[in-house]
């Protein structure tokens, strides 16, 4: 009891001694202070709310010396109150820590420094930027490279100027006087190869690098497009002339007769569909769909990649570069790479462009004066013979309404009016990105709408986005990334020309109008005019053409260093391109024109989709030994690719509103079929570099193609490749003021060719096309579809490479040459059959040879040193390709005789020979006079195609482009030359 007694005592004591305490607190937080005093030394006014307060203050006598006297009159305010109006306007600042007012001196705004900037050789360099690390202050320094900032000492100070490697200096006592180095000579930039990187100073093969930088200076709706000009032994064309139209891609001239002459094209890893037009098929979902009925037709998946997502554009030419992609880099390989994260903190990038283009050099047209006066002149004349030169001829309603019948003043431009209207652009960008090295993402989006200058306002329009997600170890051995890029294109085609193809809108008459006084649409078919002389585009424009394409990329890659110079890494990725094309003919376009080709309303649909899986795991070993350093890459890929395509075609479904109704078709036809592809190969790299002037490297794949049958299922591709610097040799080292760089390179090597249907080593069955094939006994069978030919295997090409490269004055001046060959033997193509084996043809090898042998010419030069204020550096580019056939045994007798020459470049379509060989004028009649080719005597029909005249290609043999880049302070131009 007494125990409890005591417990309870204690309890109520320390009770009664906390509230004690919490009520002194409070009085001393709670208590008000009232002052009243003027021009007071502020130490007395110290005093007097210590005696007001239980508060302390804490200072050293040396911080009140500079302070100001203090006017105040205060009446019960709080100590916080009171505290901020004594420090008001003083050098001094406070802080409260229970209940004691500790004084401290404000801290002054950083001292100015002052410094000066050169360059090596004590120039100095105006206009750098002077930077607070971790900050956004900063200065530019003048025209002298002086410069003065506040900063206080032991700040880091960053100064970065285009041209110069950025430096950092800790600010110390004294002024900070820099010297900026040259910055990363372009001989060390970054390429990227097959699986690896190399720079253009130690690589053995033949790759051209196109950065962000050059790409960002072309307005461009496709990637490829901006390679246009800016590199050597790349020609590109458009396949048509609309917007978003398919581009042809030749890497130093074709290689094959017809069996594929596209490069690779993988986009972070990811292979894509690189035929061009080959994501929209027609109807019977057999081909890609060429455009002949629609003005721009085909689809290149490249249209829904954002051109400003790109960080390079690395071409791999020779068969040192491309020989590690085997069958696959016979036409080269080009691969993109995709802009990184940048470290620190989240940056938000917006941008918003638009304009307004005009087309350019159209023809000039007669106006309906001049052209009345022509037609007028032509009859008066007429016909010319033999005895006479002026036959005249009577105009007649029929072969003369535009004298006749028509206004005689109206006019219109038709070439303007079909193709040169005005085509607005739009185009937006956001990237976000930041991150730390251990991890960084980037996140993009972009919205492109451009419009044709065709008429009936075609337009491609692109949404795209993207997203990167880096992990880097603290320990640096453990490294991964996963990136997507997506993204959707609508196009809107233009309709011209629907079931008449011998007339155009643009060679319409000036005084042919498009409508008839009552306002109804005026046709000059039907009325008994010359046949296909007029044409009215305006039913067309009612007619819908459209195409949506989606595309999908994934990329992951994951790997981890065992030991120092040991990396394993895998590769994983996924992409897929779909496209939905439509095409509708509706009552409003039916007229007189397009009756024959197209008697009633009707719809084609097609669906085509192209999606591959690439696994590739590798292994990569570094190691130096002594001035040597030795690398080697081994590797694996598994690669999977499908491909779908369904076309239906609807005819006379009765209604515009069944135009998308299979059922209503009279009839429906429907067609479909699915490609599928699988590839694995083993490949390894063996890269020696001695003292970093003596280079070696050898490449070797074996690949395996599900297009061939067992027995050639797989082939063998190696190259070797090796440069000397020859600039860095003792003997040279007196001139390296002058010639700083200078490399001699060479390659040899294999690469192949699969590009052909697959399953071309079976016998493939078909349904029955007509009643008249395929029937037994009433019921539709089967029919054989195509002969098996199971020998068909790889076509091959050899290709021999040497190169110089040259660097002068710190390498402002850059010229880099190479002559290349390469050899294309065992052909594919299609050989004839005799028409008792029930086939007329089949693919197999031929033993004919195609020859490419060019020489490409790069020069870039700085024209400015690099101190000086203006910056103006030129790029120029040429190239010459060669293209023969080498050798074709049997042509004479062959299907291709008469579109094919030995010694002459292959076509690009057939028909490429005159028909009649032009011997000049007869000047008693005016008359032209051709050749008797056959020697009967006289020139006749008998005479046509007999050892005709040889026109060419039209792919071109001589291209290039020149670029000037000029820049003053914050401006820059940038003004492209291409030519072909």
């Given at each position: 009891m007494k125990n409890s007694t005591f417990l309870l005592k204690m309890k109520l004591t320390i009770i009664l001694l906390l509230v004690a305490m919490?009520?002194?607190?409070?009085?001393?937080?709670?208590?008000?202070?009232?002052?009243?005093?003027?021009?007071?030394?502020?130490?007395?006014?110290?005093?007097?709310?210590?005696?007001?307060?239980?508060?302390?203050?804490?200072?050293?006598?040396?911080?009140?010396?500079?302070?100001?006297p203090v006017d105040i009159d205060l009446t019960n305010v709080t100590l916080e109150e009171a505290l901020a109006l004594c420090f008001e306007g003083q050098p001094l600042t406070y802080?409260?820590?229970?209940?004691?007012?500790?004084?401290?001196?404000?801290?002054?705004?950083?001292?100015?420094?002052?410094?000066?900037?050169?360059?090596?050789?004590?120039?100095?360099?105006?206009?750098?930027?002077?930077?607070?690390?971790?900050?956004?202050?900063?200065?530019?320094?003048?025209?002298?490279?002086?410069?003065?900032?506040?900063?206080?000492?032991?700040a880091i100070l960053v100064f970065s100027f285009i041209g110069y490697q950025t430096a950092e200096v800790t600010v110390g006592d004294g002024p900070v006087n820099v010297i900026l180095k040259m910055g990363t000579n372009v001989l060390d930039e970054v390429q990227i190869i097959g699986y690896g990187t190399t720079t253009k100073r130690q690589s053995t093969g033949t790759i051209a690098t196109v950065k962000s930088k050059q790409i960002e200076t072309r307005a461009v709706t496709n990637v490829m497009q901006a390679l246009q000009g800016q590199v050597t032994g790349v020609s590109i064309t458009n396949s048509n002339a609309g917007i978003g139209a398919p581009l042809s891609i030749l890497v130093r001239g074709v290689t094959s007769i017809s069996s594929g002459t596209n490069?690779?094209?993988?986009?972070?890893?990811?292979?894509?569909?690189?035929?061009?037009?080959?994501?929209?098929?027609?109807?019977?979902?057999?081909s890609a769909k060429g455009g002949s009925y629609t003005y721009?037709?085909?689809?290149?998946?490249?249209?829904?990649?954002?051109?400003?997502?790109?960080?390079?554009?690395?071409?791999?030419?020779?068969?040192?570069?491309?020989?590690?992609?085997?069958?696959?880099?016979?036409?080269?390989?080009?691969?993109?790479?995709t802009k990184k994260a940048t470290l620190g903190k989240t940056k938000v990038s917006v941008t918003f462009a638009s304009g307004v283009q005009s087309p350019v050099g159209l023809t000039e047209r007669l106006n309906t004066a001049e052209y009345l006066k022509l037609r007028q002149d032509a009859f008066a004349i007429g016909t010319m013979s033999a005895t006479s030169v002026i036959n005249p001829i009577t105009p007649t309603t029929q072969n003369a309404p535009d004298l006749m019948l028509w206004s005689q003043t109206a006019y219109t431009d038709y070439t303007k009016m079909e193709v040169g209207n005005p085509a607005p652009a739009y185009n937006a960008d956001v990237?976000?990105?930041?991150?730390?090295?251990?991890?960084?993402?980037?996140?993009?989006?972009?919205?492109?709408?451009?419009?044709?200058?065709?008429?009936?306002?075609?337009?491609?329009?692109?949404?795209?986005?993207?997203?990167?997600?880096?992990?880097?170890?603290?320990?640096?051995?453990?490294?991964?990334?996963?990136?997507?890029?997506?993204?959707?294109?609508?196009?809107?085609?233009?309709?011209?020309?629907?079931?008449?193809?011998?007339?155009?809108?643009?060679?319409?008459?000036?005084?042919?109008?498009?409508?008839?006084?009552?306002?109804?649409?005026?046709?000059?078919?039907?009325?008994?005019?010359?046949?296909?002389?007029?044409?009215?585009?305006?039913?067309?424009?009612?007619?819908?053409?459209?195409?949506?394409?989606?595309?999908?990329?994934?990329?992951?890659?994951?790997?981890?260093?065992?030991?120092?110079?040991?990396?394993?890494?895998?590769?994983?990725?996924?992409?897929i391109q779909s496209n939905k094309y439509h095409f509708l003919f509706p009552t409003a376009a039916l007229s007189v024109q397009t009756t024959s080709s197209y008697p009633t309303i009707s719809a084609e649909h097609t669906t085509n989709t192209y999606s591959s899986l690439n696994i590739e795991p590798?292994?990569?070993?570094?190691?130096?030994?002594?001035?040597?350093?030795?690398?080697?890459?081994?590797?694996?890929?598994?690669?999977?690719?499908?491909?779908?395509?369904?076309?239906?075609?609807?005819?006379?479904?009765?209604?515009d509103d069944l135009l998308y109704s299979w059922s209503s078709g009279k009839p429906t036809t429907a067609a479909s079929n699915t490609y599928y592809t699988r590839f694995s190969s083993v490949f390894g790299r063996l890269n020696f570099d001695w003292d970093k002037r003596y280079i070696a490297n050898f490449t070797y794949r074996r690949d395996g193609s599900s297009k061939f049958g067992p027995a050639n299922r797989f082939a063998d591709f190696t190259s070797?490749?090796?440069?000397?610097?020859?600039?860095?040799?003792?003997?040279?080292?007196?001139?390296?003021?002058?010639?700083?760089?200078?490399?001699?390179?060479?390659?040899?090597?294999?690469?192949?060719?699969?590009?052909?249907?697959?399953?071309?080593?079976?016998?493939?069955?078909?349904?029955?096309?007509?009643?008249?094939t395929g029937m037994y006994q009433g019921a539709i069978g089967l029919n054989p579809a195509t002969y098996a030919n199971e020998h068909v295997k790889w076509e091959r090409t050899t290709k021999l490479d040497i190169g110089l490269e040259l660097g002068f004055f710190n390498s402002r001046i850059m010229l880099n040459t190479t002559w290349y060959r390469s050899l294309s033997d065992n052909l594919l193509?299609?050989?004839?059959?005799?028409?008792?084996?029930?086939?007329?043809?089949?693919?197999?090898?031929?033993?004919?040879?195609?020859?490419?042998?060019?020489?490409?010419?790069?020069?870039?030069?700085?024209?400015?040193?690099?101190?000086?204020?203006?910056?103006?550096?030129?790029?120029?580019?040429?190239?010459?390709?060669?293209?023969?056939?080498?050798?074709?045994?049997?042509?004479?007798?062959?299907?291709?005789?008469?579109?094919?020459?030995?010694?002459?470049?292959?076509?690009?379509?057939?028909?490429?020979e005159m028909p009649f060989h032009f011997d000049g004028i007869d000047p008693a009649t005016g008359m032209p006079v051709f050749k008797d080719m056959n020697g009967d005597g006289v020139f006749s029909t008998s005479d046509y195609g007999v050892n005709g005249a040889w026109i060419g290609t039209s792919r071109p043999t001589i291209w290039g482009g020149m670029s000037n880049s000029f820049g003053y302070k914050g401006f820059s131009l940038d003004v492209f030359l291409q030519f072909s």
């Open positions: 919490m009520q002194v607190q409070a009085r001393g937080y709670s208590q008000m202070i009232t002052l009243k005093q003027q021009n007071a030394q502020l130490e007395d006014v110290f005093v007097e709310i210590m005696k007001q307060t239980n508060s302390k203050f804490v200072y050293s006598p040396p911080m009140l010396k500079g302070t100001n802080i409260i820590e229970n209940n004691t007012v500790i004084v401290k001196m404000k801290e002054l705004p950083p001292p100015p420094v002052k410094g000066r900037i050169t360059d090596e050789q004590g120039r100095p360099v105006p206009y750098v930027n002077v930077m607070i690390k971790g900050t956004t202050i900063g200065v530019v320094s003048n025209d002298n490279g002086e410069f003065v900032i506040n900063v206080k000492k032991g490069p690779l094209i993988i986009v972070d890893g990811v292979i894509i569909n690189s035929n061009p037009g080959d994501l929209i098929s027609d109807a019977s979902a057999s721009t037709g085909g689809n290149n998946v490249l249209n829904s990649i954002n051109p400003n997502d790109i960080a390079s554009i690395d071409i791999l030419k020779d068969a040192d570069a491309t020989a590690i992609y085997g069958s696959r880099g016979t036409n080269g390989v080009i691969l993109i790479t990237t976000i990105s930041g991150g730390t090295k251990a991890i960084n993402f980037l996140v993009s989006g972009s919205y492109n709408k451009v419009y044709d200058t065709q008429m009936f306002d075609p337009y491609q329009e692109r949404a795209t986005g993207r997203m990167q997600i880096n992990h880097t170890s603290a320990d640096d051995r453990f490294k991964l990334m996963i990136s997507t890029i997506f993204g959707i294109e609508n196009q809107k085609f233009t309709q011209l020309n629907m079931g008449n193809t011998t007339a155009a809108t643009m060679i319409n008459v000036p005084n042919f109008e498009l409508y008839n006084a009552d306002g109804t649409l005026n046709f000059g078919a039907g009325k008994g005019y010359t046949a296909g002389a007029y044409y009215n585009p305006m039913p067309n424009k009612y007619m819908e053409c459209s195409s949506k394409t989606g595309n999908l990329m994934l990329n992951g890659d994951i790997s981890y260093e065992f030991i120092k110079g040991l990396v394993a890494k895998v590769q994983v990725n996924y992409g590798m292994l990569t070993y570094t190691r130096q030994i002594n001035k040597g350093t030795i690398s080697a890459l081994a590797g694996a890929t598994f690669l999977d690719k499908v491909q779908d395509r369904t076309g239906v075609t609807i005819k006379d479904p009765g209604s070797a490749g090796a440069a000397w610097i020859f600039s860095d040799e003792p003997l040279l080292k007196s001139i390296k003021s002058v010639l700083n760089y200078g490399k001699l390179r060479g390659s040899y090597g294999t690469t192949g060719n699969d590009n052909i249907s697959e399953n071309l080593y079976l016998s493939l069955l078909q349904v029955p096309t007509s009643t008249y193509t299609t050989l004839t059959l005799p028409a008792q084996v029930g086939y007329n043809n089949y693919t197999g090898n031929f033993p004919g040879v195609i020859q490419n042998t060019g020489l490409e010419v790069e020069l870039n030069t700085q024209n400015f040193g690099p101190g000086s204020p203006v910056r103006w550096s030129t790029r120029f580019n040429i190239t010459h390709n060669e293209n023969i056939l080498k050798e074709f045994p049997g042509i004479e007798t062959s299907s291709y005789k008469n579109t094919m020459q030995i010694g002459r470049a292959l076509p690009s379509s057939s028909g490429l």
